[in-house]
């Protein structure tokens, strides 16, 4: 049996208000809080990147003996620092990894990190007393005033993956789709995505019924044998959108128990916003840490990932006895409460601060808000430099 046995999130502590941004914006609010599903989102701060948030979300499930029986970092995003060199080969050194191991980046907008975890799975099955570690760390951005600005956000989740794990296993059976199609994508000159809003929405509806279809067929399990379903979420209303359908002729008493437990994994990507590959495990953080929901052992959780471009998986994981005694809920909900309001002044600073680009040696000027463990202290002849 092999799975998440720790998991966790960081997110930058300042955010923006969305009721703040519409009314900048000269939205209805009303669009932002019920029509698109967001209350707040976090912003960055320029000390904080991939590979911060990604050290920063890792750090705290991390104990001596994962340090020497971890064998692979994957990170999954779409927000890396290099083209060349990976986040991991950074996250290794700031988390103190044992050497023997191997670090690597993976790409496919916010399906990477779930790339990860597959990867991950079947290495630890072939070497069952080792571990890896799965991040997935992004910073999402589409632009000022852009319409996709409401969904974007910043964040990383960490999961070490071991046998007999002690929060959920990850069943064997996965179903995949890839198609190549232009629904969001960021070609390297621009820093900040290019989406086709409405196609992308349906690009991510239609994958799930295809998937859906093919995995019910291989599988042969049906709705009634889920308790509840994760998605990749963007913002709340996505994973809705395309798990409605699918309810319309089942049983009641089933449908509404899949609604309620979709609901309560949507409150901590409402605070957060869109944090791309690490979206749909903060999403199972969420449902997990809920004292309403009603899920034990052997629980099964469905999972449905997607990356725009685009690649997107269903599987399926089920808990394990004690599973609620490894969550870090409260520290994960102290940390969300405990972040800074910015004004839209603020927020726009902060959006439009670059680093420096040229070969000298700068000091990166970290606000007196960034608190946070890992940080970006210096850019020296074009390396970037960490402090701890
Ligand atoms: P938009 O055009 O600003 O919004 O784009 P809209 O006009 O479609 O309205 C959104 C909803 O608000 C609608 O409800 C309106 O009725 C409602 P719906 O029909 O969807 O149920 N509304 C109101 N409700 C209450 N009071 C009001 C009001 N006004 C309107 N006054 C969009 C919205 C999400 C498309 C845009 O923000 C966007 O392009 N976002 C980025 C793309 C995105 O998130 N796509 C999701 C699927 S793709 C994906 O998940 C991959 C991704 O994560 C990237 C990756 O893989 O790396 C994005």
Redesign the pocket.
């Known amino acids: 049996m092999v799975g998440i046995d720790k998991i966790n999130f960081y997110t930058p502590n300042t955010y923006i208000d969305l009721v703040t941004l519409a009314e900048a914006r000269g939205i209805?609010p009303?669009?932002f809080?019920?029509?698109?599903g967001q209350s707040k989102m976090s912003v960055p701060p320029i000390s904080q990147d991939t590979v911060t948030m990604g050290a920063n979300a890792a750090f705290p499930i991390l104990e001596k003996a994962d340090l020497e029986l971890i064998d692979l970092i994957v990170v999954g995003t779409?927000s890396g620092i290099d083209e060349s060199k990976s986040v991991g080969t950074f996250i290794h050194d700031l988390l103190g990894v044992q050497p023997f191991a191997k670090a690597v980046e993976i790409k496919q907008?916010?399906?990477g990190a779930t790339a990860g975890l597959m990867m991950a799975v079947d290495y630890v099955r072939l070497h069952p007393d080792r571990k890896a570690l799965v991040i997935g760390s992004?910073i999402?951005r589409?632009g000022l005033a852009t319409?996709?600005?409401?969904?974007q956000g910043a964040g990383a989740i960490a999961m070490v993956i071991s046998s007999n794990p002690r929060i959920l296993e990850i069943e064997g059976e996965t179903v995949a789709l890839t198609q190549n199609i232009f629904?969001?994508w960021r070609p390297n000159y621009s820093d900040t995505?290019i989406?086709?809003?409405?196609f992308?929405?349906e690009?991510?509806i239609s994958s799930f019924h295809t998937l859906w279809e093919e995995f019910m067929r291989r599988t042969e399990l049906k709705l009634s044998d889920f308790d509840a379903f994760c998605f990749?979420m963007?913002?709340t209303?996505?994973g809705k959108?395309a798990l409605l359908p699918i309810l319309e002729n089942e049983d009641k008493d089933l449908a509404n128990q899949l609604i309620f437990n979709y609901d309560l994994g949507t409150h901590y990507t409402r605070h957060i916003g869109?944090i791309?590959?690490g979206?749909l495990y903060l999403s199972l953080m969420s449902l997990l840490n809920n004292p309403d929901h009603k899920l034990t052992a052997k629980s099964r959780i469905g999972f449905f990932s997607?990356?725009?471009?685009?690649v997107a998986e269903i599987f399926s994981g089920v808990l394990v006895p004690g599973f609620e005694k490894h969550l870090l809920k409260k520290e994960q909900e102290e940390h969300l409460e405990s972040r800074i309001s910015l004004s839209i002044d603020e927020y726009e600073a902060l959006f439009n601060e670059t680093i420096p680009k040229d070969d000298g040696i700068h000091t990166i000027n970290r606000s007196k808000t960034d608190n946070s463990l890992f940080y970006l202290k210096e850019i020296n002849e074009h390396k970037r430099i960490y402090g701890k």
Do not use: L, R
Request: aromatic share 16%; with cysteine; charged share 25%.
């Open positions: 209805d009303d669009k809080i019920i029509g698109i779409e907008a916010c399906y992004d999402s589409y319409s996709g600005e409401v969904t629904d969001f995505a989406v086709d809003g409405k992308s929405n690009a991510y990749h963007p913002y209303k996505m959108k869109n791309y590959t979206s997607y990356g725009s471009g685009a």
